[in-house]
């Protein structure tokens, strides 16, 4: 059984509650935090009863294990070892002590990597997962599901954590993608993402296909791909794009890889592109995008699966209804990742957008889901809503 949830034990009583150690709400964080200097609570992690928890001080603060001589067991999600199931798990660790993410990824280095990277993203459709790990080593992600998880962390972060809301526009969701990425690693990197993060450079002075940068920023829609010539008569294509402030930045990419992306992702006019770029050549302009996806996107800036589901955000936005888009699996709801999560201070609602597919796959999954949904585990925890969307 995969351990995933950690204990509150009051001392005065011996009442255990039970919490995910995932999706928690950084009030209650910190309330637990208080009641543990008040001496009221202990807390244990839920593989061994020798793992006793304290919270970070930390800006943002995050469960780690107090107890060194202790450590958690391999199918204990805090293990640094522990490989989930799902897509977003199967590629990424957790630094207990340090409270960052490590995630493993494809192509980073550009001569060995490159031709097969574009052989697979020459698909018909993005995937999360680059390859899955065997035995004890990690699945390597995509960076696209690099990217889509930074996304959906940095919008949860804002709604679970001491902002208590969602992003007043695309804008401001990018600025916490930068923070975010202050606690995630690529395993191959000694630097934190948010210290690779792409900034206005000299670009004379980047060293040629040594320095990477890691860039997560908006396409700029109202303005096309352009031409620029070097001085050898090459022609460059320029993508523009706008940074978390507003502001343009321009980079080489190939027009037409470019417009392959857009073509598997047409769910929305508006595109975050991210992934990494560096100087290809020594007379080039402009960093070039070497690795990079397109994630549609809707008109605040979260990830969209489906034309339906951007439209779904976008009306929830409007409402300023509190709601993040889960990526990894709940207990309560059968192990499924719904469309997305609204708080209510009753009772939180999982939601679904179901279209209309033709795929009898999909359609056994909903009819799964509507089921979970009506069992009393769940209900003790949730309450479900779907929109069924015909095309
Ligand atoms: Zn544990």
Not at 158 to 184: C, F, T, W
Not at 228 to 254: M, P, Q, S, W
Request: hydrophobic content about 30%; proline content about 3%.
């Amino acid at each position: 059984m995969i351990k995933k949830s950690f204990f509150v034990i009051e001392k005065n009583n011996g009442k255990v509650t039970k919490l995910p150690y995932s999706s928690i709400k950084e009030y209650l964080l910190l309330d637990l935090k208080t009641k543990i200097e008040k001496g009221e609570i202990k807390l244990r992690c839920e593989c061994s009863d020798e793992i006793e928890l304290k919270i970070s001080n930390a800006k943002s603060p995050y469960l780690y294990n107090a107890t060194r001589q202790y450590k958690h067991s391999k199918d204990c999600c805090r293990h640094p070892e522990f490989v989930g199931s799902s897509p977003y798990e199967k590629a990424w660790s957790y630094d207990e002590e340090k409270g960052i993410h490590i995630v493993r990824i494809e192509g980073i280095y550009y001569a060995t990597q490159l031709p097969e990277i574009k052989k697979t993203n020459n698909k018909v459709k993005n995937n999360v997962i680059y390859h899955e790990g065997i035995g004890s080593n990690k699945g390597v992600s995509t960076v696209f599901g690099l990217a889509t998880k930074i996304n959906m962390m940095a919008w949860e972060g804002m709604v679970l954590g001491n902002k208590q809301r969602i992003p007043i526009d695309k804008y401001e969701l990018a600025k916490h993608v930068y923070g975010m990425a202050s606690r995630i690693k690529l395993s191959s990197k000694r630097k934190t993402l948010n210290e690779m993060f792409y900034k206005q450079v000299n670009i004379r002075t980047v060293k040629v296909k040594k320095d990477v940068y890691f860039v997560y920023m908006y396409v700029d829609h109202n303005r096309l791909i352009e031409e620029d010539i070097l001085h050898d008569k090459t022609k460059k294509d320029i993508l523009y794009c706008k940074d978390a402030f507003g502001k343009t930045n321009r980079f080489y990419v190939e027009k037409e890889e470019f417009e392959q992306k857009k073509r598997i992702e047409p769910h929305s006019s508006e595109y975050v592109v991210a992934g990494f770029v560096h100087k290809e050549d020594l007379y080039h302009k402009c960093m070039t995008l070497y690795n990079y996806c397109l994630i549609p996107v809707s008109d605040r800036g979260l990830y969209s699966e489906s034309s339906h589901e951007k439209n779904i955000y976008d009306q929830l936005c409007k409402k300023e209804l509190k709601f993040y888009k889960p990526y990894l699996p709940i207990e309560e709801y059968g192990g499924f990742i719904p469309d997305g999560l609204i708080l209510d201070k009753r009772k939180d609602i999982i939601f679904e957008v179901f279209g209309i597919t033709g795929m009898p796959s999909y359609d056994i999954r909903k009819k799964e889901k509507i089921a979970v949904s009506k069992t009393e585990k769940f209900k003790s925890k949730f309450n479900f809503k779907y929109w069924e969307i015909n095309k």
